[in-house]
């Protein structure tokens, strides 16, 4: 767990993620990449979904 502070507001984070070196976050999402992780694929897709313009309607 680790908490900050912004402003007026607490976050806490529960993950074990927050506890990685960014080396070890980078392992760790690779290997749930190739294991097919649904809930990361569902991540990475609402992520591009963001920066990915739609083909507009006829």
Same mark, same amino acid.
């Given at each position: 767990m680790k908490e900050f502070k912004y402003g007026n507001t607490t976050v806490i984070i529960h993950s074990?993620?927050?506890?990685?070196?960014?080396?070890?976050? /980078? @392992? $760790?999402?690779? /290997? @749930? $990449?190739?294991?097919?992780?649904?809930?990361?694929?569902?991540?990475?897709?609402?992520?591009?979904d963001c920066y990915v313009p739609k083909e507009p309607s006829s």
């Open positions: 074990p993620l927050v506890l990685m070196s960014a080396d070890e976050r /980078k @392992e $760790w999402f690779q /290997k @749930e $990449w190739e294991k097919g992780n649904p809930v990361l694929k569902q991540i990475a897709k609402a992520v591009m």
